[in-house]
C-alpha cells in the first residue's frame, strides 16, 4: 500500500459536533490557542454589537478521556442578526485574518448553510432570515476559528470524512421554547446534505446547528466512502458537559491515504440548460456557485431545440454541497430544473506544501500542490493563484513570468 496524500477523520458518532468540540480537537493536534485568541480580537472589532469576546482553552477529562475544553464568551449588545450582516461582519473577519482561498469560502459555505437551514425551518429568504443564538459572535468565532485551524495545521489541502453523526433525543431550549432533538436547523442541514445521523436515547442536545453545518462543509465523503488511512496524529476535543452515558468528546484522525496505484472519489455533476439568460446573469451564477464551494464550474456552448443557441452550465461539487448548490444556480439562472449524477473519479497522486520562492531577491513562502508519480516521484505542480498574486503585486511581475520563474527554480526541469 502506498501513501497517497492527507486524510481527515471526524469522529462525532457518539457524541455529535459542535463548534466547540471541533476547536479542541484542532487545538489538541496542535493549533495554536493564541490564534483563537486573535480571532475572537477581530470579530470583536468587526461584528457589531459584540463586545468582551474571549477564548478559553483547558484540558478535562470527558469519559476519562483526555480533551481539549473551548470556550468562547462574549456580550452583546443586540439580541438577534439577519443572516446578511452576520455574512458581511465574515467577510471582514475573513480578510483580516489573512484567511487562504479555501479558508474564506469554507466560511461563507458553512454560513450559507446556517441561513438556508433557518430559512426553510422559519419560512424566511435566506439573506432576511434572522439569527438568534445563531447570530452570536459565538457562532462566528467557532466557523472562523476552525477555518483559521485548518489553514494553520495545514489540513485545507487533506481530504476530509465524517460518518453519521450522533443526534440525541428528549428536547432542547432555545429562544425560550422546546424543541425536539435533534433541534430543527440541526434536521435540516442534515436532510439538505444528504448526510447521514446516528440517533441515540441520550436525553441532550450533541449536535449544534453550528456544529452540523462546519461537519458537512468540511467533508468530501459521508459515510459510505470511507478510506484506509495511516493514522499519525489524533485529537480529542471536549464538550461543555460531562455526560453520564456518553464521552463527550469529538475525534479527529489525520493521517495518510493508503492505495495500492492512485486514489477514487465520488464526486455529483450539476447540469442545466439555458437559452434564455444573459452573460451577466450566468457570470454572476459562476460567482456564487464557486463562492458557495463548487469544485469547478464550466460553461458550455450548445445547440438546444429548434437549433437555438444556448449554454450548458456544469457544476462539479462534493455530494454534501449538491443540494445548496443546485438550489443556488435555479435560484440564480431561473432555470426549472437540474440534473444531477454521481460520477466516480480517478486522483492522481499528489501532496500539498509550502516552499520558499525566491524572486528579485526577496523570499517569499508560497503554496504549493505537487503531482507524483506512481514510485512516488515528482512530476509537476502548481503554486497556489492567490500567492502568485500576491507576490506580483508586490514584484511588479507577471503572472505568467512568475509561473516560469517557479518551473525554472522549484519543479523538476523535464516536468
Given at each position: 500500500?502506498?501513501?497517497?496524500?492527507?486524510?481527515v477523520?471526524?469522529d462525532?458518532g457518539?457524541?455529535?459536533a459542535?463548534?466547540?468540540?471541533?476547536?479542541g480537537?484542532?487545538v489538541d493536534?496542535?493549533?495554536?490557542?493564541?490564534?483563537?485568541?486573535?480571532?475572537a480580537?477581530?470579530v470583536?472589532?468587526?461584528?457589531?454589537?459584540a463586545s468582551h469576546?474571549?477564548v478559553?482553552?483547558?484540558i478535562?477529562?470527558?469519559?476519562e478521556?483526555r480533551g481539549?475544553l473551548?470556550?468562547?464568551?462574549?456580550?452583546?449588545?443586540v439580541s438577534k442578526?439577519k443572516?446578511?450582516?452576520?455574512?458581511?461582519?465574515?467577510?471582514k473577519?475573513?480578510?483580516?485574518?489573512?484567511?487562504?482561498?479555501?479558508?474564506?469560502s469554507f466560511?461563507?459555505s458553512v454560513l450559507?448553510?446556517l441561513s438556508?437551514a433557518e430559512?426553510?425551518?422559519?419560512g424566511h429568504s435566506?439573506?432576511e432570515?434572522?439569527?438568534?443564538e445563531?447570530?452570536?459572535?459565538?457562532?462566528?468565532?467557532?466557523?472562523?476559528g476552525?477555518?483559521?485551524l485548518?489553514d494553520e495545521?495545514?489540513?485545507?489541502?487533506?481530504?476530509?470524512?465524517?460518518g453519521?453523526?450522533?443526534?440525541?433525543?428528549g428536547v432542547?431550549?432555545f429562544s425560550g421554547?422546546?424543541?425536539?432533538?435533534p433541534?430543527?436547523?440541526v434536521?435540516?442541514?442534515?436532510?439538505?446534505?444528504?448526510f447521514?445521523?446516528?440517533?441515540s436515547?441520550?436525553q441532550?442536545?450533541?449536535?449544534t446547528?453550528?456544529?452540523?453545518?462546519?461537519?458537512?462543509?468540511?467533508?468530501?465523503?459521508?459515510?459510505?466512502?470511507?478510506?484506509i488511512?495511516?493514522p499519525h496524529?489524533?485529537?480529542?476535543g471536549?464538550?461543555?458537559k460531562?455526560l453520564d452515558?456518553?464521552?463527550?468528546i469529538?475525534r479527529?484522525t489525520?493521517?495518510?491515504l493508503s492505495e495500492?496505484?492512485?486514489?477514487h472519489?465520488?464526486?455529483?455533476?450539476?447540469e442545466t440548460?439555458?437559452?434564455?439568460?444573459?452573460g451577466?446573469?450566468?457570470g454572476?451564477?459562476?460567482?456564487?456557485l464557486?463562492?458557495?464551494g463548487?469544485?469547478?464550474?464550466?460553461i458550455t456552448?450548445v445547440?438546444?431545440?429548434?437549433?437555438?443557441?444556448?449554454?450548458?452550465?456544469?457544476?462539479?461539487?462534493d455530494?454534501?454541497k449538491?443540494?445548496?448548490l443546485?438550489e443556488?444556480?435555479?435560484?440564480?439562472?431561473?432555470t426549472?430544473g437540474?440534473r444531477?449524477?454521481p460520477?466516480s473519479?480517478?486522483?492522481?497522486?499528489?501532496?500539498?506544501g509550502t516552499?520558499?520562492l525566491e524572486?528579485?531577491?526577496?523570499?517569499?513562502q508560497?503554496?504549493m500542490?505537487r503531482?507524483?508519480t506512481a514510485?512516488?516521484?515528482?512530476?509537476?505542480?502548481?503554486?497556489?493563484?492567490?500567492?502568485l498574486?500576491?507576490?506580483s503585486?508586490e514584484?511588479?511581475?507577471?503572472?505568467?513570468?512568475l509561473?516560469q520563474v517557479v518551473?525554472?527554480?522549484?519543479?523538476?526541469h523535464d516536468s
Amino acid at each position: 500500500m502506498r501513501a497517497s496524500g492527507r486524510a481527515v477523520m471526524i469522529d462525532a458518532g457518539s457524541s455529535g459536533a459542535s463548534g466547540d468540540k471541533l476547536l479542541g480537537a484542532l487545538v489538541d493536534l496542535g493549533g495554536s490557542p493564541k490564534s483563537l485568541d486573535r480571532v475572537a480580537r477581530v470579530v470583536e472589532d468587526n461584528l457589531p454589537g459584540a463586545s468582551h469576546v474571549h477564548v478559553k482553552t483547558s484540558i478535562v477529562e470527558r469519559g476519562e478521556v483526555r480533551g481539549e475544553l473551548v470556550e468562547v464568551r462574549s456580550e452583546e449588545k443586540v439580541s438577534k442578526r439577519k443572516a446578511h450582516d452576520l455574512q458581511s461582519s465574515a467577510v471582514k473577519c475573513a480578510k483580516e485574518l489573512g484567511l487562504s482561498e479555501w479558508g474564506t469560502s469554507f466560511v461563507k459555505s458553512v454560513l450559507d448553510t446556517l441561513s438556508s437551514a433557518e430559512s426553510r425551518v422559519h419560512g424566511h429568504s435566506a439573506k432576511e432570515v434572522e439569527l438568534h443564538e445563531l447570530g452570536s459572535a459565538d457562532t462566528l468565532v467557532d466557523i472562523l476559528g476552525v477555518a483559521y485551524l485548518v489553514d494553520e495545521l495545514e489540513l485545507s489541502g487533506a481530504r476530509w470524512w465524517c460518518g453519521p453523526i450522533g443526534v440525541g433525543t428528549g428536547v432542547t431550549e432555545f429562544s425560550g421554547r422546546t424543541y425536539p432533538n435533534p433541534a430543527p436547523a440541526v434536521a435540516e442541514i442534515l436532510r439538505s446534505h444528504k448526510f447521514p445521523m446516528k440517533t441515540s436515547n441520550i436525553q441532550f442536545e450533541l449536535t449544534t446547528p453550528t456544529g452540523a453545518a462546519i461537519a458537512v462543509n468540511l467533508a468530501s465523503g459521508g459515510a459510505g466512502d470511507v478510506p484506509i488511512i495511516m493514522p499519525h496524529k489524533i485529537g480529542y476535543g471536549a464538550g461543555s458537559k460531562d455526560l453520564d452515558q456518553v464521552a463527550n468528546i469529538l475525534r479527529l484522525t489525520v493521517g495518510e491515504l493508503s492505495e495500492t496505484e492512485h486514489s477514487h472519489d465520488e464526486v455529483v455533476v450539476l447540469e442545466t440548460n439555458l437559452d434564455d439568460v444573459s452573460g451577466e446573469v450566468i457570470g454572476r451564477a459562476v460567482e456564487r456557485l464557486m463562492e458557495a464551494g463548487a469544485r469547478d464550474v464550466s460553461i458550455t456552448p450548445v445547440f438546444m431545440k429548434k437549433n437555438r443557441p444556448g449554454q450548458l452550465i456544469s457544476v462539479i461539487t462534493d455530494k454534501a454541497k449538491s443540494e445548496r448548490l443546485a438550489e443556488l444556480l435555479m435560484e440564480e439562472t431561473g432555470t426549472l430544473g437540474v440534473r444531477e449524477m454521481p460520477v466516480s473519479r480517478h486522483i492522481s497522486r499528489r501532496s500539498s506544501g509550502t516552499v520558499e520562492l525566491e524572486v528579485g531577491g526577496k523570499k517569499f513562502q508560497v503554496r504549493m500542490k505537487r503531482a507524483l508519480t506512481a514510485a512516488g516521484h515528482l512530476q509537476g505542480g502548481k503554486v497556489e493563484y492567490e500567492d502568485l498574486r500576491r507576490i506580483s503585486n508586490e514584484t511588479g511581475l507577471s503572472i505568467r513570468e512568475l509561473q516560469q520563474v517557479v518551473k525554472n527554480r522549484v519543479l523538476p526541469h523535464d516536468s
